[in-house]
């Protein structure tokens, strides 16, 4: 099923980005990658009101076919891509599902990073008990040993730069995760790369 932004979050975005200059000339100057950093920057703060529900969060989960329960993350992902397609109608080559290890192993090889990641990529980790299950999130900057990131279904704040790596939480929070593609990491998510959306 391809990406498909629901009306409602059209609305929402375009609300939360209303008075932000940078999304405003990105729109303008069909500056793709970089409105969907912005789109994902001014959805911080959005809370579940039950586990993996909330109006916002269902909103999220209708661009790729999902309903109300079903974790997020990636969902939250694909919208804000969604949203950037739409404002810019420049297309995302980033496969259009709400399965993280889906979107990984089905997005083309072009499209993972093969150094460090710029503003703007996105990052899958794969649970390690569950492995067709994962996380994901957008990478805000990163220094080689860490990174910050938004990411969906997550808690605001979260930290595992001492290799702590979980995935837990009721909203769209700001995080600081450790990179560290070749060893093996405490927790229960293993990082397995960053992909490149647009």
């Known amino acids: 099923m391809p990406r498909k932004i629901h009306a409602d979050a059209v609305a929402l975005i ?15 100057k069909k500056r793709v ?8 920057v001014a959805c911080l703060g959005i809370k579940e009101v039950q586990k993996n529900k909330g109006p ?5 989960l209708k661009t790729v076919g999902l309903g109300s329960g079903d974790a997020w993350c990636m969902s939250f992902m694909q919208t804000c ?7 810019t109608g420049l297309v995302s080559p980033l496969f259009a599902s709400g399965t993280c290890m889906t979107v990984w192993t089905k997005t083309p090889l072009t499209q993972r990073v093969q150094n ?11 649970h390690l008990d569950s492995p067709s299950h994962g996380h994901t999130g ?3 900057d990163c220094d080689g040993v860490s990174f910050h990131a938004i990411e969906g279904n997550t808690s605001e704040g979260y930290e595992d730069i001492n290799g702590e790596v979980g995935q837990t939480g009721d909203g769209v929070g700001f995080t600081h995760r450790r990179v560290d593609l070749f060893n093996p990491q405490k927790g229960d998510m293993q ?8």
């Open 33 to 40: 990658r970089q409105l969907f950093v912005q789109a994902t």
């Open 56 to 60: 916002e969060v269902e909103l999220f």
């Open 191 to 198: 990082l397995r790369g960053f992909l490149k959306p647009f």
């Open 81 to 87: 891509i969604a949203y950037a397609e739409l404002k």
């Open 138 to 140: 957008m990478v805000l």
């Open 116 to 126: 460090l990641p710029l503003a703007g990529a996105i990052a899958i980790w794969q």
């Open 14 to 28: 375009d609300g939360l980005i209303a008075n932000d200059p940078l999304a405003q000339d990105s729109i303008r």
